[in-house]
């Protein structure tokens, strides 16, 4: 099993900054790559960036390329994601993700989550 603890909750204005982290801990030796994901109610969760360990090699959903940045350090078992000029429909709960077989967006084949976090961006 692995446990995910995300941190970084915030209230921010459009064009703002924020930056989340997600800290792994247990049986996370095997760890394929790590992602973000986000959802407003109603919605489908949906992927937002991803990052392999082995590689560093980093993915990112079109809404958030360029602004959105996914990073890791995998001595520390804990990645991040720099949010810079926020927009309003950035606003979600973003949930941490992590899996243990390639692939990186699909969302029903992470079978770790942490419990959440919400950004909320105001106009």
């Known amino acids: 099993q692995v446990q995910l603890v995300e941190s970084g909750e915030g209230l921010v204005q459009a064009g703002g900054s924020l930056r989340l982290s997600c800290a792994a801990s247990?049986?996370?030796?095997?760890?394929?790559?790590m992602g973000w994901f986000r959802q407003t109610p109603g919605k489908e969760r949906e992927f937002v960036a991803a990052?392999?360990?082995?590689?560093?090699?980093?993915s990112y959903a079109d809404s958030v390329k360029g602004r959105f940045t996914i990073s890791g350090d995998n001595a520390k078992n804990t990645v991040w994601l720099q949010m810079n000029s926020l927009k309003p429909e950035d606003t979600a709960v973003y949930y941490c993700?992590?899996?243990?077989?390639?692939?990186?967006?699909?969302?029903?084949?992470?079978?770790?989550w942490g419990q959440g976090t919400q950004v909320t961006v105001s106009s």
């Open positions: 993700a992590a899996r243990q077989n390639p692939g990186l967006r699909d969302t029903s084949s992470y079978p770790y």
């Open positions: 247990g049986r996370t030796f095997n760890t394929y790559a």
């Open positions: 990052i392999i360990w082995s590689s560093g090699r980093t």
